[in-house]
Antibody, heavy 120, light 111 residues
């Protein structure tokens, strides 16, 4: 059974930093592209970032480019999102999501999410 | 890139069918057969219901079906049941650095 367990959320002031992690199990993590998707309170889903199975290719939404960095550790089956220069509009539940092995086409599995709150 | 366009809400009675539309552009929905649909109940993570326009993952009821015409994709739920009441989101691959676009979401109410 695929399991994706996010952690690292919390309260930060604007301009601060936070690092999210997603522990993956139940599948061969190193062979799947992965992604982060967020959902602001009461709002819709927003794709944030994606990373290839090897970690060589990374992609970002315009809203986070230059501030967020996605990475992965295929030895420890962990996906990460380093979030710097946080803004109030980054407040959201952040989901770790697994693409199919075939590519960046849809999200097969989702974690339960971790809440990030940016407020002074 | 703007979010895909979905109606804010739809409703139907048990047993009826409803259709949710998802309108994009020739750069996303119209260009790729990589439209997917997600169901989200309050306080829960999204769940994949349809992928590649019209394919159902294992375990998803055949009451859920998807289609696409031009720049608009659609999700149809037939034989509405109370447990179908949820938010539904469409998504499309874009081929740009912004890999995916979501729709704004549609709240389905089962009357």
């Amino acid at each position: 059974e695929v399991q994706l367990l996010e952690s690292g959320g919390g309260l930060r002031q604007p301009g601060g930093s936070l690092r999210l992690s997603c522990a993956a199990s139940g599948f061969t993590f190193s062979t799947y592209p992965m992604s982060w998707v967020r959902q602001a309170p009461g709002k819709g889903l927003e794709w944030v970032s994606g990373i290839s199975y090897s970690g060589e290719s990374t992609y970002y939404a315009d809203s986070v480019t230059g501030r967020f960095t996605i990475s992965r550790d295929n030895f420890n089956n962990t996906l990460s999102l380093q979030m710097d220069s946080l803004r109030a509009e980054d407040t959201a539940v952040y989901y770790c999501a697994k693409y199919p092995r075939s590519g960046w086409y849809y999200f097969e599995d989702w974690g339960q999410g971790t809440l990030v709150t940016v407020s002074s | 890139q703007s979010a895909l366009t979905q109606p804010a809400s739809v409703s139907g009675s048990p047993g009826q069918s409803i259709t949710i539309s998802c309108t994009g552009t020739s750069s996303d929905v119209g260009r790729y057969n990589y439209v997917s649909w997600y169901q989200q109940h309050p306080g829960k993570a999204p769940k994949l219901m349809i992928y590649d326009v019209s394919n159902r993952p294992s375990g998803v009821s055949n009451r859920f079906s998807g289609s696409k015409s031009g720049n608009t994709a659609s999700l149809t739920i037939s034989g509405l049941q109370a447990e179908d009441e949820a938010d539904y989101y469409c998504s499309s691959h874009t081929g740009s650095n912004t890999l995916e676009l979501f729709g704004g979401g549609t709240r389905l109410t089962v009357l």
